[in-house]
């Protein structure tokens, strides 16, 4: 298949913490927040695209933002320096121009880039390769395909071939090993040393055990030819996979086809939007392919937020509830602390950032759609909120448990006390008929009067306590506790 026109980026997504979302140009100067003055008309909703935080927006209220959008000015990128492929005899060359990264209010990011190949592609088995290798980071050393060129001093020692000399003779070119998993670490270290990526691999490198991001999820955007094979094509494209991976053979049917010459492929690994190029490729997908590539692109994001989003939070479940189910058969306050947290952090991003339309343009919430039925985004949501609502009504069960224990406690407290007055109201007219009816028999023993009198004294102010001690411990939150429990149906 010969010619291809290709919007490629790849992306590493994670989790991270000690940061906040918006402050991060102000820890590290390497950030800085977007530079929105140059974008793009865009058909995607005004309201979806600034609830991230850019340029123009920068002074808006950051708490009702989902994220924050930055772009690396490190002098790591100065000069635009090149990397070079090289696999079994073939090489070329690409290079970094930019570095962005998305960092969201629920602890998950993305940091991308988007490779300038030196002439593009050749054809579409090239960018296949292209992009197989390069998608996974962390390979074995001795199976690394990139090499970037650095400039050494000339000591007299060296075997340099006179190709690699530069002018004036001081100094030559040498290619070195690159490892695009190490590069992509040490930059997203600068934004927390509590990272989690998704997925990781440890990796040696120098005698260093490194834990790195192990691939990169793509996403491409372009003008493909057309051929008998371009179903194929558009898959391995998609999810950086080789011919000798054989595919299902019904994957034709999860291939979405809008338009006659235009189809879009999703996946966890990658999404692709291509035109089947020819006399009926439409001139506005040739004319703005950038655009196109913008928008969808943005799309793709937020389902992907979204589903590394509701990853964490499986997380989060998992290492802050217990698994044993004897934890659960009796009231604790801490487990209701837990499930509070969780439920109020999982019904914000459920309000905030689920999105059933998110264009002005039919067809791109059909792709919006689309991907998210991919990545299994409502499966999920029900996943998580169900298991979370099963758990809120255990814990609501067994708060009512303890309420009506405690009211039990009351009401016998209360008919203590009712006795305790009994007892005293029989005191002062025991105390009565000693004073004045009593006189001309024997005086009672007043040790004994004092004694019982400070008996009644002591068991009035424990009970008097016990009842303090359960005011305090029924505070007025749990007055809307059904409300304040309640989880938000997708």
């Known amino acids: 298949m010969q010619g291809i026109d290709l919007r490629s980026k790849y ?44 340029s123009s927006n920068e002074d808006d209220d950051h708490s009702i933002k989902i994220g924050c959008l930055y772009e690396y000015k490190s002098k790591a990128l100065s000069g635009n320096f090149k990397v070079k492929y090289i696999h079994e005899g073939y090489s070329l060359q690409f290079r970094i121009n930019q570095v962005m990264l998305a960092l969201f209010q629920t ?28 998608k996974e980071m962390a390979r074995d050393e001795k199976n690394n395909y990139l090499f970037k060129e650095e400039v050494f001093d000339i000591t007299g020692d060296e075997d340099i071939s006179e190709k690699d000399i530069i002018p004036g ?7 070195m090993p690159f490892y695009l998993g190490v ?38 955007c372009g003008i493909i030819e057309q051929s008998t094979d371009v179903v194929q094509s558009i898959v391995y494209l998609t999810k950086g996979y080789k011919s000798s991976y054989q595919l299902v053979e019904d994957i034709e049917t999860q291939i979405f086809k809008p338009f006659e010459n235009v189809r879009y492929y999703a996946s966890s690994e990658g999404c692709g939007f291509f035109a089947i190029g020819g006399e009926k490729t439409p001139d506005f997908f040739r004319s703005g392919l950038t655009k196109i590539s913008n928008d969808y692109y943005m799309m793709y994001l937020l389902a992907l937020y979204q589903n590394y989003t509701l990853l964490r939070y499986s997380d989060l479940i998992s290492n802050k509830l217990s698994s044993d189910r004897y934890d659960y058969k009796r009231y604790s306050k801490k487990l209701e602390e837990n499930l509070d947290d969780i439920t109020t952090e999982l019904n914000v991003f459920l309000a905030k950032s689920v999105y059933s339309s998110v264009s002005h343009i039919q067809h791109q919430n059909e792709f919006f759609n689309y991907v998210s039925d991919r990545l299994l985004i409502r499966e999920n949501i029900k996943s998580v909120t169900a298991g979370i609502e099963a758990l809120n009504n255990i814990e ?27 007892f005293s109201a029989f005191n002062d007219i025991n105390e009565l008929l000693i004073n004045h009816i009593y006189r ?38 749990h007055k809307n506790k059904k409300q304040a429990r309640a989880v938000k149906k997708p």
């Open 396 to 422: 609501g069960c067994l708060y009512e448990e303890e309420v009506e224990k405690k009211n039990k406690y009351l009401n016998f407290c209360l008919t203590v006390v009712s006795g305790l007055a009994l």
């Open 169 to 175: 003779g001081k100094k030559y070119k040498k290619n």
């Open 183 to 220: 590069w992509i670490d040490d930059i997203v270290r600068s934004i927390s040393r509590n990272i989690t990526y998704y997925p990781s691999r440890t990796m040696s490198i120098d005698d260093e055990r490194r834990i790195l991001p192990d691939k990169f999820v793509l996403f491409q």
């Open 440 to 477: 001309i028999l024997p005086t009672a023993n007043p040790i004994l009067t004092y004694l019982f009198n400070g008996v009644l004294l002591l068991i009035t102010l424990v009970i008097t306590g016990k009842l303090i001690q359960y005011i305090i411990y029924d505070p007025d939150r």
């Open 107 to 134: 602890g998950i990011g993305f940091i991308w880039f988007q490779p300038v190949v030196d002439g593009g592609f050749k054809n579409v088995e090239e960018a296949i390769d292209f992009n197989y290798h390069i």
């Open 11 to 54: 992306l590493v997504p994670f989790s991270y913490d000690s940061v906040q979302f918006d402050k991060l140009h102000e820890k590290d100067s390497s950030w800085v927040i977007k530079d929105s003055s140059k974008e793009i008309e865009s058909d995607v909703y005004e309201y979806v695209r600034k609830s991230f935080i850019t």
